[in-house]
């Protein structure tokens, strides 16, 4: 490439408007289907960069681009966003006043705007249809698309009737896009939105940049306090829980250790809701701590973690909120720790869930298949990605099982120890009760059943409870064992356990790690990386740097990384331009941002530069 591109072609607006050199991945093929004028249907991890496959042909076409988005609360950072690089960019819902809303329509009539993003249920409005029919429009992009499936928990009723957009707007080339990876989805889509025509672009949904790693719950609170504490000080996060209580109790317990955390659940107030959710995008180091209710839509580019203290219902939920953390393509960690008792909840929760029986067994299977995960002692990317038919040429490098391989044990004797003893207790009780038979416990209810005369009475205390209860999920994880939901949680034996209890079969069992008071002790390594390696001579100025940025960024009332994302300070850290054009080369800085921003920090490096010097 020697020539400089034309003005208004695609390759022209990456670099002058949102000042990047090149395109990614697919990025290129799906703009230049779109300019043509055809349709799309874009499947992209989370972070891939979607948001440029709409937003570059709409502003290369002639007429104005609509987005529609589910989300309205995450409308107006978007648009900031957008406003910030130049582009005449607006949304339209129900926050704004009679006059803008006003406003805009004109300009839109005009043809004054470039993009303009709506609500589903606002676009669908006669009266919004027949402004759009008046007005030029370049395309119509549908972000989120996966929420025309009712399978999803994001399912939104008025999407489904978007496929009238292909009616009434023939000429109109139309973009579907979703970070959600599985092929149902992706033919939901398409058919629900009459997308028949439409060209595929389906990415590799590897996230090179996450650390995925899953460990057993020993001493949760204890774990997740060092995780935070050796790998997370002061980074954004988001923490998932089951239930409401538990953010509740999470988010207060992290605020009497000195964190900035925040509680966000559907049972908290509107206001309380959107107040946590800007804190979250316009605070740094903010540790959101929520339900599943949080995080569709939020595209916060630096999220350095997201932890999961109770177990996701799916791979497909769990890569879809894991997902949302390292966007901008800097390490983040992805943390899940689970037990037992989430094993036996989810069961109970796939079990009772309303629906047939085939929705029920379908359930069942997508909880099994991420237990397998949580069980595996390979590479846990590996597994992920073949869950969604993608096949990784080798171990990733990045994960918990290539940076440590787990250490396993034998466990046959145990494991038929365990087999035993349920057998003899007549496969009606949980697990804490086998396990005290086991140990030899001297319990009400041993003393009530003679427990204490059977033959596998007291041949387990060689293990801890703990121990004994690692072996027991991992047998259930691997069909060993079941739990009988419709019968007090009873472990019972399966037909698998017969080459086992008779010797034919030996079990390996991944080693269960110590527990973290007795380890602390130890003086075992503490993993201090921080994903942002910033040495300790670059500190005052980056420190600065963000300063900086956040006094422009309130001056504004926009999110710092409407200003700068991290990765473009960083560059600024090392490459230390001194003037416009060194500018104008960092990675995030376009015409718009240079002018907009440029002068000051330039004025903040040159001061840096006489002080070092
Ligand atoms: P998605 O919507 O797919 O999650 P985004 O559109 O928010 O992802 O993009 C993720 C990040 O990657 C953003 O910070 C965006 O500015 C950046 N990005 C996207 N495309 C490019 C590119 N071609 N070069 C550099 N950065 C890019
Ligand atoms: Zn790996």
């Not at 703009?31 to 874009?42: N, R, S, W, Y």
């Not at 009434?168 to 028949?196: H, S």
């Not at 650390?211 to 020993?218: G, L, S």
């Amino acid at each position: 490439m020697t020539d400089t591109p034309a003005p208004q072609s695609p390759h022209y607006i990456l670099e002058h408007t949102f000042g990047y050199t090149g395109f990614r991945g697919d990025q290129q093929a799906i703009i230049d289907t779109l300019v043509a004028g055809e349709d799309a249907l874009v499947l992209m991890p989370t972070g891939g960069g979607k948001s440029l496959c709409y937003q570059i042909p709409a502003l290369a076409r002639s007429g104005c681009g609509i987005v529609i988005s589910p989300l309205i609360a995450l409308m107006q950072d978007q648009v900031e966003a957008l406003r910030a690089a130049g582009v005449s960019a607006a949304f339209l819902n129900s926050s704004l006043d009679f006059r803008t809303a006003q406003e805009i329509e004109e300009q839109l009539l005009r043809g004054d705007l470039e993009l303009l993003y709506l609500a589903p249920e606002r676009l669908l409005q006669p009266r919004t249809l027949d402004l759009l029919m008046q007005a030029p429009i370049s395309l119509f992009a549908i972000d989120e698309a996966h929420c025309v499936s009712q399978w999803g928990h994001d399912f939104r009723a008025d999407y489904l009737q978007l496929s009238c957009l292909h009616q009434r707007f023939p000429d109109v080339p139309r973009v579907a896009l979703t970070a959600t990876a599985d092929q149902r989805t992706r033919q939901e889509i398409a058919q629900r939105l009459d997308l028949g025509e439409a060209r595929h672009f389906i990415s590799s949904f590897d996230r090179p940049n996450i650390q995925y790693r899953i460990a057993p719950k020993n001493n949760p609170k204890h774990q997740l306090l060092q995780f935070l504490t050796t790998e997370q000080q002061g980074h954004a996060g988001v923490i998932y829980c089951l239930s409401r209580n538990k953010v509740e109790s999470t988010a207060l317990w992290l605020q009497q250790q000195g964190f900035n955390a925040l509680p966000y659940h559907a049972g908290l107030s509107a206001e309380v809701r959107a107040e946590h959710q800007r804190r979250f995008l316009r605070e740094e180091g903010v540790v959101m701590v929520a339900t599943i209710a949080f995080g569709m839509g939020i595209d916060k580019p630096d999220v350095r973690f997201v932890a999961h203290l109770d177990l996701p219902k799916s791979i497909e939920a769990y890569y879809q909120e894991t997902g949302r953390a390292g966007r901008d393509g800097e390490p983040a960690t992805a943390l899940l720790l689970y037990g037992l008792e989430d094993v036996v909840k989810l069961s109970q929760m796939a079990a009772t869930s309303e629906g047939s029986d085939e929705h029920k067994r379908q359930e069942r299977q997508r909880l099994d298949a991420m237990l397998g995960l949580c069980e595996i002692t390979s590479c846990r990317r590996r597994a992920l990605l073949r869950y969604f038919n993608e096949e990784l040429g080798a171990d990733c490098g990045n994960c918990d099982t290539c940076l440590e391989p787990p250490a396993t044990w034998d466990a046959s004797e145990a494991s038929r120890k365990l087999m035993s003893c349920i057998y003899r207790t007549g496969q009606r009780f949980g697990a804490a009760h086998v396990i005290d038979v086991l140990r030899g416990g001297d319990t009400e209810k041993i003393r009530q059943f003679n427990h204490n005369q059977l033959s596998t009475y007291g041949i387990g205390t060689d293990f801890s409870s703990n121990e004994w209860r690692a072996v027991v999920r991992q047998l259930v994880v691997r069909g060993y064992l079941r739990v009988n939901t419709e019968a007090f949680n009873a472990l019972q034996l399966t037909e698998q356990c017969r080459p086992v209890l008779r010797g034919e079969e030996s079990l390996q069992l991944r080693t269960l790690p110590k527990a973290p008071a007795k380890s602390a002790k130890g003086g075992g390594e503490s993993r201090s990386r921080t994903p942002v390696e910033i040495v300790d001579a670059d500190l005052p100025l980056w420190d600065a740097l963000r300063a900086l940025r956040k006094t422009l960024a309130e001056e504004r009332g926009v999110p710092p990384y409407v200003v700068f994302h991290d990765a473009t300070l960083r560059e600024m850290l090392t490459a230390r331009p001194r003037n416009e054009s060194e500018m104008l080369a960092i990675s995030g800085i376009g015409d718009s941002k240079l002018a907009r921003f440029g002068a000051p920090f330039l004025d903040l490096l040159r001061g840096f530069d006489g002080e070092t010097a």
